[in-house]
């Protein structure tokens, strides 16, 4: 994992393929937040913005999100490893295809995660996202997966070598969906520029921070609280 800077997060690439470290000798009394790579940014964006000083950022590879049998042993391997330095662990990863088995392991290990079947329900809110009707032929993209949308969409599906595969993963699909979490014109014509690649209808929807923000909030009441 790369180490973690102050301020800014480390390159949307390093955040796929390696993550993020905690900080090597955390004080006493401290939260960490075991998340993945893909959250970085959002995550230390809230925190400075609500001066949560009192929780530190790791990060798992985002590109587990292509193997999601092994997210689940990802985090149960990282929970071990930081649970002696830190007062709780937070784990903040939705379902993210492990078939439930994220959450039972995280409730084994005693540790709180985030609600929601994956990133594009939190950052939405899981209410508003169950309430679409059409999200079985939407296919979504967050702030992160516009930029890194050549290496956890089109080469790994091989559009690269060989686009007449386009129809076949796609063809059941009638628009992208863009959620933003932040207002970025650039982000927006990625955004579309990805939904032409993939030859279907666009829908820009600004989410902000949704769930996760709210998740987070509370978090930081309980700990005050306690």
């Known amino acids: 994992m790369a180490n973690q800077p102050s301020g800014v997060p480390v390159d949307d690439t390093t955040l796929t393929e390696q993550g ?59 929970v071990h490893k930081h649970r002696a330095s830190y007062d709780d662990i937070y784990v903040l990863y939705a379902d993210c295809g492990t078939g439930g088995l994220l959450k039972a392991k995280c409730a084994e290990l005693g540790v709180e995660m985030l609600q929601g079947p994956h990133c594009y329900s939190f950052f939405e809110g899981n209410a508003n996202f169950a309430a679409h009707d059409d999200e079985i032929t939407a296919f979504y993209l967050t ?39 932040i207002e970025d014109p650039t982000l927006k014509i990625q ?16 989410t902000g921070y949704g769930d996760l923000k709210d998740a987070l909030a509370s978090k930081a009441a309980s700990d005050r609280a306690g």
């Open 20 to 78: 993020l470290n905690a900080p090597a000798a955390p004080a006493a009394g401290r939260v960490l937040l075991l998340a993945c790579g893909a959250l970085a940014r959002e995550v230390l964006a809230l925190k400075a913005a609500n001066g949560w000083d009192h929780m530190d950022l790791t990060c798992l590879p985002a590109n587990l999100h292509l193997y999601p049998e092994k997210i689940t042993n990802a985090v149960e391997a990282a």
């Open 143 to 181: 702030d992160f997966l516009v930029r890194q949308f050549d290496a956890f969409v089109w080469k790994p599906m091989g559009l690269d070598r060989h686009p007449e595969l386009l129809s076949m993963y796609f063809g059941n699909y009638t628009k992208l969906v863009y959620q933003a979490q």
């Open 191 to 206: 955004a579309e520029a990805c939904a032409e690649r993939l030859g279907l209808a666009f829908e820009y929807r600004f």
